[in-house]
């Protein structure tokens, strides 16, 4: 059972990225999907859940209308678009799936925003 997220990067502010979760051992398809974020000397963060079927999605308010989350249960993946992005958007971003008593992480990728 693995996630493994990528399409972190060093992005200029007001720049975009593309966050990917590739799932592999077990199908997403039954599993909340999240996305959390934690800078240095922070607590790690909540940033946007999607449900199972993708029918109910939530952010934290601070990203609302510039970040989106979204899933392909076919290619096992969960998605991440950001545009707009700000300095106080640095961190290492991870996924997480939870489905009853299974509960997944992944390692994270890491965000800079800077100039």
């Known amino acids: 059972v693995q996630l493994v997220e990528s399409g972190g990067g060093l992005v200029q502010p007001g720049g975009s990225l593309r966050l990917s979760c590739a799932a592999s051992?077990?199908?997403?398809?039954?599993?909340?999907m999240t996305w959390y974020r934690q800078s240095p000397g922070k607590e790690r963060e909540w940033v946007a859940g999607?449900?199972?079927?993708?029918?109910?999605?939530d952010y934290v308010d601070s990203v609302k209308g510039r970040f989106t989350i979204s899933r392909d249960n076919f290619k096992n993946t969960l998605f991440l678009q950001m545009i707009s992005l700000k300095p106080e958007d640095t961190a290492v971003y991870s996924c997480?799936?939870?489905?009853?008593?299974?509960?997944?992480w992944g390692q994270g990728t890491q965000v800079t925003v800077s100039s």
């Open positions: 997480r799936a939870i489905f009853g008593s299974s509960d997944y």
């Open positions: 051992g077990f199908a997403i398809s039954r599993y909340h």
């Open positions: 999607i449900s199972s079927a993708g029918d109910f999605i």
